[in-house]
């Protein structure tokens, strides 16, 4: 049996060694609750602390100014509704793109229910909004605009600075989900001059289960978790201390690895690109014309059902980046916001590559996707 090649590093990413390590000796050693004031919950407050310091440091935010989570969808889903609550005297619209994870979009989908109203700004045929659209769309009783960074599927980068400085010119708070970006590139929320972002840990060698918020200072904000007013009443409940060690831990790894990891992602990529384009004439890559993260590659290969090519596809893991219901596939409403045909969309695969991938590696998924291919019915149009 071939041995089975990870392609899927956007879905999630294996814990890095270096953070294992430092999450398995704070499982093993720190046992005590962080708001504790003997020894043992001062050393875990520490833990916890030096945690925060790193993820700040990662973004160019200040410690104070993180909130450890479960994860992205929960930073999201906080932010949305905890800056949406905090200002509903001011006004119950939002802005966000037609492209955003599912996280942001149900978050504002059930503020519609409760009577906000949401504008969803379009892309361009490259998956890119445009600011002045943003600028547009937004109204005297608009409480926050939401764009993510980088997104899932495609990997195009969105113009977030650009996107900030319209919202507040116009005094309006601004959200940027980074989950797929911290780690991969360059990312400082004062260039971006963001009011808010979210962290997913298993985006970037940490494990699932943990991420952050990153809340500007004075940004009004009603937490989704009550009790005991942990982490300045932003976020209540016992900090997970190995967790958020671990967190820290990646990020602090990425911020001095980041170019290389970088460099070396972009080089698998762009060969995983070129073998593809050159076994597949007619592929068509979603998000070529714009700015991607150097590790994603969204490719269709004509002619094909994604989700029948994966069915034979033999040890490579890999998606689609469409959502299944009750067994039927859907066309992704990324590619469809970006006016792809539904039958270019179906046959869309997600390959993304990583930290630990290798040429081999990569050659030696192009030859299964083509062995894969030749299995079925036909083969794409050239």
């Given at each position: 049996m071939p041995q089975p090649i990870y392609?899927?590093?956007?879905?999630?990413?294996?814990?890095?060694?270096?953070?294992?390590?430092?999450?398995?000796?704070?499982f093993r050693e720190v046992h005590g609750n962080p708001l504790s004031t003997h020894a043992f919950g001062v050393a875990a407050r520490r833990v916890v602390e030096t945690a925060r310091a790193e993820v700040a440091?990662?973004?160019?935010?200040?410690?104070?100014?993180?909130?450890?989570t479960?994860?992205?969808?929960?930073?999201?889903?906080a932010a949305i509704h905890g800056i949406a609550s905090a200002l509903s005297d001011r006004g119950r619209h939002l802005v966000i793109?037609?492209?955003e994870h599912a996280s942001?979009?149900?978050a504002c989908r059930v503020l519609e229910q409760r009577g906000w109203g949401v504008t969803r700004v379009p892309v361009d045929p490259a998956g890119v909004i445009d600011a002045r659209a943003i600028e547009s769309a937004i109204r005297p009783d608009t409480a926050l605009v939401s764009v993510m960074h980088a997104n899932n599927e495609t990997g195009v980068i969105q113009p977030v600075a650009a996107a900030a400085r319209a919202a507040h010119a116009k005094g309006v708070l601004i959200h940027t989900d980074a989950a797929q970006s911290v780690g991969k590139i360059r990312v400082n929320v004062r260039e971006l001059d963001v009011d808010c972002l979210s962290i997913a840990g298993?985006?970037?060698?940490?494990?699932q289960g943990v991420g952050a918020l990153y809340l500007r200072r004075g940004t009004p904000f009603t937490p989704l978790l009550r009790g005991a007013g942990h982490q300045h009443n932003r976020r209540s409940g016992t900090e997970n201390v190995a967790l958020s060690a671990a967190l820290g831990a990646a990020c602090a790894l990425a911020a001095g690895a980041l170019e290389s990891w970088r460099e070396?992602?972009?080089?698998?990529?762009?060969?995983?690109?070129?073998?593809?384009?050159?076994?597949?004439?007619?592929?068509?890559?979603?998000?070529?014309?714009?700015?991607?993260l150097p590790n994603t590659l969204y490719a269709a290969f004509?002619?094909?059902?994604?989700?029948?090519?994966?069915?034979?596809?033999?040890g490579v893991a890999t998606g689609t980046g469409a959502a299944c219901h009750s067994g039927k596939a859907d066309p992704s409403k990324v590619l469809l916001a970006m006016g792809v045909k539904a039958d270019i969309a179906r046959a869309t695969l997600r390959l993304t590559t990583g930290r630990p991938t290798t040429a081999r590696e990569i050659d030696d998924a192009v030859a299964r996707i083509v062995e894969a291919v030749k299995a079925g019915a036909g083969s794409p149009s050239a």
């Amino acid at each position: 049996m071939p041995q089975p090649i990870y392609l899927d590093y956007n879905a999630s990413t294996p814990i890095a060694p270096e953070v294992l390590e430092v999450m398995t000796a704070v499982f093993r050693e720190v046992h005590g609750n962080p708001l504790s004031t003997h020894a043992f919950g001062v050393a875990a407050r520490r833990v916890v602390e030096t945690a925060r310091a790193e993820v700040a440091a990662s973004i160019g935010a200040e410690p104070d100014e993180i909130v450890f989570t479960s994860g992205g969808t929960e930073s999201n889903n906080a932010a949305i509704h905890g800056i949406a609550s905090a200002l509903s005297d001011r006004g119950r619209h939002l802005v966000i793109t037609a492209i955003e994870h599912a996280s942001v979009e149900q978050a504002c989908r059930v503020l519609e229910q409760r009577g906000w109203g949401v504008t969803r700004v379009p892309v361009d045929p490259a998956g890119v909004i445009d600011a002045r659209a943003i600028e547009s769309a937004i109204r005297p009783d608009t409480a926050l605009v939401s764009v993510m960074h980088a997104n899932n599927e495609t990997g195009v980068i969105q113009p977030v600075a650009a996107a900030a400085r319209a919202a507040h010119a116009k005094g309006v708070l601004i959200h940027t989900d980074a989950a797929q970006s911290v780690g991969k590139i360059r990312v400082n929320v004062r260039e971006l001059d963001v009011d808010c972002l979210s962290i997913a840990g298993h985006k970037l060698y940490a494990p699932q289960g943990v991420g952050a918020l990153y809340l500007r200072r004075g940004t009004p904000f009603t937490p989704l978790l009550r009790g005991a007013g942990h982490q300045h009443n932003r976020r209540s409940g016992t900090e997970n201390v190995a967790l958020s060690a671990a967190l820290g831990a990646a990020c602090a790894l990425a911020a001095g690895a980041l170019e290389s990891w970088r460099e070396h992602a972009q080089a698998m990529r762009d060969r995983l690109e070129l073998k593809l384009r050159e076994a597949f004439p007619s592929l068509v890559v979603h998000g070529a014309e714009a700015k991607r993260l150097p590790n994603t590659l969204y490719a269709a290969f004509p002619g094909l059902d994604a989700n029948e090519l994966l069915l034979r596809l033999d040890g490579v893991a890999t998606g689609t980046g469409a959502a299944c219901h009750s067994g039927k596939a859907d066309p992704s409403k990324v590619l469809l916001a970006m006016g792809v045909k539904a039958d270019i969309a179906r046959a869309t695969l997600r390959l993304t590559t990583g930290r630990p991938t290798t040429a081999r590696e990569i050659d030696d998924a192009v030859a299964r996707i083509v062995e894969a291919v030749k299995a079925g019915a036909g083969s794409p149009s050239a």
